[in-house]
């Protein structure tokens, strides 16, 4: 009972926790109803033209150079440091031709040559983004099917209601922010999905065991009792995560600004989700020990002389 009295009564608060998160998800919800995701060059097609410089390139530099000659473009590393990638909208077969003579203008000591020109048409932007959205439909389907035999279907529904929340929550905060959203984001957002379910798991897991320890304890008590016990794991590998995010989003540039961003919100939002939607579901599910129990087969006994 030492465990008992020491722990944290998470479940107290879950019905203002639901209520905060009911609003934010109106929130994102209408945030990606009004605005939309504001889609990058790799769902709405453009012009991408790849640079090769004789010494290291500045990235910040170029792109204000282009900036400044009314070209709005995404600058990008390239493999080396002397290789850029520029992504820009526009089909023009002499883009490239202009914004190496725009950037010779500007600075005629940098020596550098156009190495190739590809247009991307609207319609294979428009099949990365559905192909995207199908991955994450099928990830949560997956997910949902490996709880149900993993533990029980309860489990499952709770999952990826979660995981539905975290997704809402990061889309809803890049819609209203207006950032754009690519293929590194899009990576961000899947990988999200997958650091918020390993986080559900835990929990999960450790409520599982503790209806063999706690036997005279309720749902609630028990799933106070494991977020406690997994606590500090769950604080320890949120917080060194985030560290390492803030620190790409800040020394990263502009090529991974997005990416962590996206990320760490998804961090945030799924440590919270895990005990707060997740944990949660259970309890309106009622979930109960006989719920983890395998049924008994029965044999038909014979009865005939």
Do not use: C
Not at 146 to 165: I, N, T
């Amino acid at each position: 009972m030492a465990i008992i009295k020491s722990t944290i009564r998470f479940m107290a608060i879950r019905n203002v926790a639901f209520a905060i998160t009911l609003v934010l998800s109106v929130i994102g919800l209408g945030a990606l109803f009004a605005k939309g995701l504001n889609f990058g060059l790799d769902f709405t097609g453009g012009t991408l033209i790849e640079l090769k410089y004789e010494q290291a390139a500045d990235l910040e530099l170029i792109k204000r150079e282009l900036g400044q000659s009314g070209y709005e473009a995404v600058v990008q590393s390239f493999g080396a440091t002397t290789d850029v990638l520029v992504r820009m909208a526009g089909d023009d077969p002499q883009l490239g031709t202009k914004v190496a003579e725009a950037l010779r203008k500007i600075d005629p000591d940098t020596r550098f040559e156009v190495k190739r020109v590809e247009f991307v048409g609207p319609q294979v932007g428009e099949e990365l983004r559905d192909q995207g959205g199908l991955a994450a439909l099928l990830a949560l389907g997956g997910i949902m099917l490996y709880l149900a035999f993993r533990f029980q279907w309860k489990f499952g529904v709770g999952a990826v209601a979660s995981l539905a929340h975290d997704t809402i929550i990061t889309l809803g905060i890049l819609a209203f922010f207006e950032i754009p959203f690519d293929l590194t984001v899009l990576a961000a957002v899947l990988a999200m999905i997958g650091y918020s379910l390993n986080d559900t798991i835990i929990i999960y897991d450790r409520i599982r065991e503790n209806f063999r320890v706690l036997r005279k304890a309720d749902l609630i008590e028990n799933i106070d009792v494991s977020v406690t016990q997994t606590l500090l794991r769950t604080m320890a590998t949120s917080f060194s995560t985030a560290l390492a995010l803030i620190a790409l989003l800040v020394f990263g540039g502009d090529t991974l600004a997005n990416f962590a961003l996206a990320l760490l919100v998804g961090v945030v939002v799924g440590t919270y989700s895990s005990v707060y939607i997740g944990a949660t579901v259970l309890i309106w599910l009622k979930l109960r020990v006989e719920d983890l129990i395998p049924p008994v087969a029965t044999e038909e006994v014979d009865e005939l002389p």
